[in-house]
Nanobody, 129 residues
Framework: VQLVESGGGLVQPGGSLTLSCATS????????IGWFRQAPGKEREGVSC????????YYTDSAKVRFSASSDSAKNTAYLQLRRLRLEDTAVYYC???????????????????????WGQGTQVSVST
């Protein structure tokens, strides 16, 4: 199983980025893809979940309105569009593949971690003037 994030970079406040998560080694269409981030000195936090089976979505409060998750099952790739970026969005962003949308929801919302999770290596997003 492989998940490879890309698309991070340095952007000014108010800017946009689109992160990609290219996957292989599992049945992408049956999984949920979660996006998470970890800022320096802080714990990992959830950003969003996207269920590939039925296009279910979940966004944490920090991601609502400004971020948008999607996927392309033909390419086995998930995306996270970041808009109106703020200084506090600076973090390493990770994608994860989970067999259940509810599993992703529990992890992203802080309710708990359970079951199999496949992680990518992360991509750095830096928002700075």
């Amino acid at each position: 199983v492989q998940l490879v994030e890309s698309g991070g970079g340095l952007v000014q406040p108010g800017g946009s980025l689109t992160l990609s998560c290219a996957t292989s080694g599992f049945n992408f269409a049956d999984y949920a893809i979660g996006w998470f981030r970890q800022a320096p000195g802080k714990e990992r936090e959830g950003v969003s979940c996207f269920g590939n089976r039925d296009n279910s979505t979940y966004y944490t409060d920090s991601a609502k309105v400004r971020f948008s998750a999607s996927s392309d099952s033909a390419k086995n790739t998930a995306y996270l569009q970041l808009r109106r970026l703020r200084l506090e969005d600076t973090a390493v962003y990770y994608c994860a593949a989970l067999p259940s949308f509810f599993q992703c929801f529990d992890l992203a919302s802080g309710r708990g971690e359970w079951g199999t999770i496949y992680w990518g290596q992360g991509t750095q997003v830096s928002v700075s003037t």
